[in-house]
Every structure is written in structure tokens, then in C-alpha cells.
């Protein structure tokens, strides 16, 4: 088996040791076990053929490529009480995102000498409650060396005289303030070095939109470095522009690096982690073993987009043949995958106009206008008849980013596709990527990291929670597996019924309501031409994005409560602010709230055309009762669990007090 042992570093109680009661009785207490997995695969067997370089990863004296990865388990005291359900917890850039979402808790904050071991909140308790096991699994190795951060320790990638490879990396950069030099990665991953200082073809070019024109920066302007007290010092993992870089602008670099991880042992470490806790024995250092049968993957943006990999690779049979996931749910990943298993990989990439990760975007074949090429993101799990049940969840700002709506059109946005039979496509109307900020604020800074620069935007931020929908696609999915169960019919915007439309079809809608501020040009992704570096753009894609209703509400994918009986619009997009440069510019991943006027005096001041609160709802009481109905009503339908509806209920007080305030 390719997990070889299982080196436990640090076992404790959570929730300090409380004990745990579900809808079908007694957990009992869990408890985290967190230490090392050590992996070793043979790199000839069919299941590690599509994983790229791995032939040219070090072998061990059996012929075998191996390496250690980070990781958690969290598993009941009392290993009976497990209920044969796993989560595999696809960490984002080093932070878990399992239990923080389903579990509605928070997630600690990693930086420069942070606790390597923080207490972990089990929020509401919802995944423990349930019996299931949850495992964290390190995958990245470019991950920041930051105490507490989970990171796989990745091979490197050797030539035929055992040298390191050399190859063309293209990368955007931006930075919030004005700064001398930039890392070349984002979010301080580590970076691929540059291979030549002097390297001559080496190319800066600027731009103030992701698909607006570029300007190139002469090479006499800039070189690989960054400034130290004040000196210029050469450095491969930096470039430093005379004159510094402009707070907002969009930076792309075009460079030779060396040196090259085997990136696609990514997806084979999280395989073969729990094909390990499905089938392993405890010599192997299982801690329960025997007590899992069904196991499904949660990844969430990033790690949305390297599940969507994954299912296009068909990396999930283990070197026994087995399908080793049950069921995935990629949520916040759009229409994207990532560079994952390609040499030169950068995990950390995720702007659709830097990648060649989109088509094809649909679970089932389509053709592509352009290129006359034709796939489909399933067609290796259905040539071999899987049955893995696939979700695929968004929310507006990856409707808005341009590329969501793909995942359920033709590349031209012109009809609507049909989805597999083990496919659902579920939109979150009016969120934005995250769980929604609160209270509500125009600024954030990275949730995982405090000394991250502030982003800040031109209205207030997304402001409604989606964790209650994630948390009935879970259940439904389980049920979809476990019992034959089908769940909810996918519900997204769509073509044929109006509800799906090009992004300045909104234009005239958010005019009318004061301050909204509506972009002036929706960015689209487009086709581009990877033969050559940096790529050469084509004809864009037919980005789609949900209609919305005179109160500025998207119409299309399910809406929460809290938002089908609104106080606000609650949109996917949000405009940078002009503090950190590129106003004119979307701020990724960001929607916004526009709140309604409290009464009719102040509606008619600033000529809101949207009834007042005053004018919409009796009293508190009589909001509250709307929202309970509506969450009923979604409950009935199966996109809400029925012991979630209270939830939603106090998400809609909380907006009354805030709105009303």
C-alpha cells in the first residue's frame, strides 16, 4: 500500500474532551491525531501513468518514489461510534477548510511564529455529531514555511543526468500599495527561481485589466532582485522595477526558472490517503481500522480547482484498482482547474486569464467553436463506467469572474448542456466566495493570515453564509451514495429560461439604485494560445451570470432565506477600492451589499426606486416569520436540512438588527 506509516506527532482531546451527541445518538468525545504520512508508489503501475514526471522523481533502492506529507485525523474516541463516513479535507494553501465550513467555526490564523498547533473549533460540532472522520492532508510544497501550515514534502523532478530541470514559468503579480520589488509567486508561496539574472528573453508587461492590453516594460527597467536597506540586492525570487510597482496594477512576468517538484503527486498523495484509511491495517498505523466504507472529498476555491483536476485526470483509482472516492464536493471553483500536473505547476495560480486550465468546462462532452476540439471534464470516469458522484458548487463572484457559467453552457454562452447522471451543478445566488463577512465592512484582510495587506472595495463586502447549503449538499450527497437517494436537481442560471445573461445586461438594473456601483467593463476569459510564452489571447468565452429582480437579487441557483425575503442586494462583484489602486478593476472573490433605505423619507432623499424596510415589512417579528417560511420552503425542496432552517432564521435577525439599526 502506498502509505507506508502513519508518524503521530501530537494526539489531544477536542473541544476539551466534551462528548459529542448526534440525531441518531452518543458520539462521544474525538480526538486529533496530527503527525506524518509517509507515501511510497511505484511509478510503472497504471494508476501513477498520468501523473506528470513522476518517472523522474528519485527512486528508492526499490525502485519507488517516496515522500512525507502533514497531516490530521479527527476521529471519535470511541472508533465504534465512527459511522463509516470520511471526509477528506482538501487543505487550502495550508489551511484546513472542512470543518471551518461545515461546522460554521472559524479557523486559525497562521503567520511568522505562529502557534504550530492551535486549538481547533469545532464550531457547532456538525461533522462530529454525525460520526464522521475527518482528514487534513498536506499536498503542496510550495506552501509558505509558516508554523502550523499543512505542506507535503514533494520530490523534485531530475533530468537524465540527474540535474534539475529548466523551463518558462508565466506569473501575475499585484500588489495593494506601491513597493519596490515583488515576490515571483502570489500570497508568499515559494517561488520558482529564476535560472539566469541576466536571462535576456525574460519579459515584464503591465496592464490595468485582466484581459485590457499590455504594455511592455523595457528590460534595461527591471531585473531579478529586491531591496535591502535600501541596496538593490540580486535575488532569483524577486524583480525589482525602477521607480517601484504601481499600487492595482496587473504585472505579468514571462521567465526561465529551474528546478521542478513532480506537482501531480499531489492528487496522489490525497488518493492514496484515503485509500489508506479505507483499506489500510493498523501495522500501517491506521487508527481505525475496519471502521471506513465511504469516503468523499470537500475542496474549496484552490483545492475546488484541483478536485476538478482530479476528476479530469481520473486519478482516483488506486495502484489495487479501486475508486477511492465516493463522492466530491468542489465548491467556489468555477469553471477552472489549475496547474497540478504540469511541469513548472503553480499551485497558487487562480486568474482565468493566466491559465490553460478551462476547456473543457462540462461534465459531459462538448465541442469547442474555436480549436474544433472536443472533451468532456468526466469522459475518462464514464469511458471506465465510475459512478463517483460529483457536485459542483458556486457562488456569484465566480459567475462574475466569468467563468461559472460554463460549467453548464457551450463554450460561446449561446444554450444550455444537460449534465451527467452522477453530476450536480448548484448556484448560491448572491454570495460571494467566502462564507460572507460579518459584521459588514469594506475591508478584509487574507482570513488566514493577519499581516497580509488590507484589501478594500467600494461597497460593503458579501455579507450572506452559505455553509447552511453546503452543509445539506453534504447530507444529500451522503444519502445519494449510501441509500441510492438522488438529491436535488442541480439549479443554476439558465439560458432557456432567461435567468442566465451576459454580465452588462445588468448594467441598467443597478443604475437605477443609488451608489450601487456597477462595473464599467466585465472582464471575460478568453481563448489563449499556450505554444508560446506568454500566450497568445483569442475570441472570448461566452460568460454568463445570473438576471436579477428590481431589488438588484439574483433570480437564478437557490436563495438563501435571508436573502429571498431581502434588506439588501447581495450581489458576486465589488469594485477595488481606489486606496489600493485598480478601481476600475473587480476585486477577486469579493461580492458586495447594497442595503435598502429604513424608511420612505430616506428612500425618497436619495432616490432608491427599491421600497423601504419601513415601507416592505410590518415589524421584526414579520421579517423573521417571511424567513422562516422561505427557509421551510427550501428545506421541503432538500437544499436546506430541516434542523438548519433555525439557523437561518437567526442569519435574518441578524440582519434586521444591523439594517434596521
Not at 482528514?135 to 510550495?142: L, M, R
Not at 456597477?518 to 508560446?532: K, T, V
Not at 415589524?619 to 434542523?643: K, P
Request: aromatic letters at 8%; proline letters at 9%.
Amino acid at each position: 500500500m502506498p502509505v507506508t506509516g502513519f508518524e503521530v506527532t501530537l494526539r489531544r482531546p477536542l473541544a476539551e474532551g466534551g462528548s459529542f451527541e448526534g440525531p441518531d445518538g452518543p458520539i462521544g468525545p474525538y480526538e486529533e491525531l496530527k503527525g506524518r504520512l509517509r507515501f511510497s508508489i511505484d511509478p510503472t503501475r497504471e494508476a501513477n501513468r498520468r501523473i506528470t514526471d513522476v518517472e523522474l522523481a528519485p527512486r528508492s533502492a526499490t525502485g519507488r518514489v517516496e515522500w512525507t506529507a502533514d497531516a490530521s485525523i479527527l476521529v471519535p474516541v470511541d472508533r465504534s461510534r465512527c459511522s463509516g463516513r470520511l471526509l477528506l479535507d482538501v487543505v487550502n494553501r495550508g489551511n484546513t477548510v472542512a470543518v471551518p465550513n461545515f461546522n460554521r467555526a472559524t479557523r486559525p490564523a497562521f503567520g511568522p511564529g505562529s502557534d504550530p498547533n492551535p486549538p481547533i473549533d469545532v464550531g457547532d460540532g456538525f461533522l462530529m455529531k454525525r460520526g464522521w472522520v475527518v482528514i487534513s492532508c498536506g499536498w503542496q510544497g510550495d506552501v509558505p514555511q509558516v508554523p502550523g501550515l499543512f505542506r507535503m514534502q514533494t520530490p523534485e523532478a531530475l533530468d537524465a543526468d540527474g540535474r534539475p530541470i529548466r523551463g518558462r514559468v508565466y506569473s501575475q503579480l499585484q500588489s495593494t500599495e506601491p513597493v519596490p520589488h515583488l515576490l515571483l509567486s502570489d500570497r508568499g508561496h515559494i517561488p520558482y527561481p529564476a535560472a539566469d539574472l541576466a536571462e535576456r528573453d525574460a519579459l515584464l508587461t503591465v496592464r490595468d485589466q485582466p484581459d485590457g492590453p499590455e504594455t511592455v516594460i523595457p528590460r534595461d527597467r527591471w531585473r531579478f532582485a529586491r531591496v535591502e536597506a535600501g541596496r538593490v540586492m540580486p535575488d532569483a525570487g524577486y524583480i525589482h522595477l525602477d521607480g517601484g510597482f504601481e499600487k492595482g496594477r496587473l504585472y505579468q512576468i514571462t521567465y526561465t526558472a529551474v528546478g521542478t517538484p513532480v506537482q501531480g503527486l499531489a492528487m496522489a498523495a490525497l488518493r492514496d490517503a484515503v485509500s489508506w484509511l479505507k483499506h489500510g491495517d493498523a501495522a500501517s498505523g491506521h487508527p481505525a481500522p475496519g471502521a471506513l466504507r465511504w469516503a468523499y472529498a470537500y475542496g474549496r476555491s484552490q483545492t475546488g480547482r484541483l478536485l476538478r483536476t482530479l476528476v479530469y485526470e481520473d486519478l482516483n483509482l488506486d495502484e489495487e484498482g479501486r475508486e477511492v472516492l465516493d463522492g466530491i464536493i468542489a465548491n467556489v471553483a468555477g469553471g477552472m482547474r489549475g496547474e497540478f500536473n504540469q511541469r513548472f505547476g503553480q499551485h497558487s495560480k487562480d486568474r482565468n486569464n493566466m491559465m490553460a486550465h478551462l476547456f473543457p468546462f462540462t461534465d459531459q462532452p462538448q465541442a469547442e467553436p474555436e480549436t474544433g476540439a472536443k472533451d468532456a471534464l468526466h469522459a475518462r470516469l464514464d469511458a471506465r463506467g465510475s459512478r463517483l458522484r460529483v457536485y459542483y458548487t458556486n457562488t456569484s463572484a465566480e459567475y462574475h469572474r466569468g467563468d461559472a457559467s460554463l460549467i453548464h453552457t457551450d463554450p460561446d454562452g449561446t444554450r444550455d448542456v444537460a449534465h451527467g447522471p452522477y453530476t450536480r451543478v448548484y448556484h448560491f445566488a448572491g454570495t460571494e466566495h467566502g462564507l460572507g463577512i460579518w459584521p459588514p465592512t469594506d475591508s478584509q484582510a487574507a482570513p488566514a493570515d493577519p499581516t497580509a495587506p488590507v484589501e478594500r472595495s467600494q461597497n460593503l463586502r458579501g455579507v450572506a453564509d452559505y455553509a447552511v447549503l453546503l452543509r445539506a449538499c453534504l447530507v444529500s450527497l451522503d444519502r445519494w451514495v449510501v441509500d441510492g437517494v438522488e438529491p436535488p436537481p442541480s439549479r443554476h442560471p439558465r439560458v432557456a429560461d432567461g435567468t442566465a445573461v451576459p454580465p452588462d445586461r445588468l448594467a441598467p438594473a443597478f443604475a437605477r439604485i443609488p451608489a450601487a456601483r456597477y462595473p464599467r467593463h466585465n472582464p471575460r476569459p478568453r481563448r489563449l494560445d499556450w505554444s508560446a510564452l506568454p500566450p497568445t489571447p483569442g475570441k472570448p468565452f461566452g460568460s454568463l451570470v445570473s438576471a436579477v429582480d428590481s431589488d438588484g437579487n439574483e433570480i437564478g441557483g437557490i436563495v438563501l432565506p435571508e436573502i429571498a425575503v431581502p434588506l439588501a442586494a447581495h450581489t458576486g462583484w465589488n469594485l477595488r477600492h481606489p486606496d489600493i489602486g485598480g478601481a476600475e478593476q473587480l476585486l477577486v472573490f469579493a461580492g458586495a451589499t447594497v442595503p435598502m433605505a429604513r424608511n420612505r423619507a430616506e428612500r425618497e432623499a436619495t432616490g432608491d426606486p427599491r421600497l423601504s424596510l419601513e415601507e416592505r415589512y410590518p415589524s421584526r417579528e414579520a421579517y423573521l416569520e417571511r424567513v422562516r417560511q422561505a427557509a421551510e420552503a427550501l428545506a421541503r425542496e432538500g437544499y436546506l436540512l430541516t434542523d438548519d432552517v433555525p439557523l437561518s432564521v437567526a442569519a435574518g435577525g441578524r440582519f434586521w438588527d444591523h439594517f434596521t439599526r
